[in-house]
């Protein structure tokens, strides 16, 4: 199965930082790649697909980028509601597989 | 809208059995193809299961040594997720969620607990 590596594991941040969070996959997947918001007690939203395309109604301030093995999600001005904790998927073989998570905190 | 509710969740003993299940509304059921992600208590998401919109192919994740099974009922817009021989590992809020290529559209979740 393909392994997604998420770092860092947790964060401290202020609203208005700018915040990368990287996502490292075992083998290439070309930008077969999502990204994931999840709230306490809440199911996961959609943030980005295909590795770089914002999903309709999330806020521009989220991008992603990378291809292969290597990826970003960018927040670029963090916002009080976005403090959450950020997951990475890959959809390139079966078993689709989850990165660790990156938990964002306020500092 | 996009409706996906889960239910059938619960406390069962190790080594027993339970079946979720999802209903949709809002969508075509029969043409899209669904999955089950789950996520235990304080830890990450873990994809189980997927089938297509027909009912085939479906893939499961390597952990679960065949004790789960996926299937659909198009006729009645409906998930399920047979769950045999339940361990404590198994204990999670399970997730119906619509898609293959990304995860656009969840469930609120349903809690299977599986202690003594």
């Known amino acids: 199965a393909i392994q997604l590596t998420q770092s860092p594991a947790s964060l401290s941040a202020s609203v208005g930082d700018r915040v990368i969070i990287t996502c490292r996959a075992s083998?290439?997947?070309?930008?077969?790649l999502a990204w994931y918001q999840q709230k306490p007690g809440k199911a996961p939203k959609l943030l980005i697909y295909?590795?770089?395309s914002l999903e309709s109604g999330v806020p521009s301030r989220f991008s992603g980028s990378g291809s292969g093995t290597d990826f970003t999600l960018t927040i670029s001005s963090l916002q009080p509601e976005d403090f959450a904790t950020y997951y990475c998927?890959?959809?390139?073989?079966?078993?689709?597989?989850f990165g660790g998570g990156t938990k964002v905190e306020i500092k | 809208e996009v409706q996906l509710v889960e239910s059938g969740g619960g406390l069962v003993q190790p080594g027993g059995s339970l079946r979720l299940s999802c209903a949709a509304s809002?969508?075509?059921?029969?043409?899209?193809?669904m999955n089950w992600v789950r996520q235990a208590p304080g830890k990450g998401l873990e994809w189980v299961s997927y089938?297509?919109?027909?009912?085939?192919?479906?893939y499961y994740t390597d952990s679960l040594k065949g004790r789960f099974s996926v299937s659909r009922d198009n006729a009645k817009n409906s998930l399920y997720l047979q769950m045999n021989s339940l361990g404590p590992e198994d204990t999670a809020v399970y997730y119906c969620?619509?898609?293959?290529?990304?995860?656009?559209?969840w469930g609120q979740g349903t809690l299977v607990t599986v202690s003594s």
């Open positions: 998927q890959q959809f390139s073989t079966y078993p689709l597989t």
């Open positions: 969620v619509r898609g293959i290529y990304y995860f656009g559209y």
């Open positions: 089938i297509g919109s027909s009912g085939s192919p479906i």
């Open positions: 083998q290439g997947i070309r930008t077969v």
């Open positions: 295909d590795a770089s």
């Open positions: 809002g969508f075509n059921f029969s043409t899209y193809e």
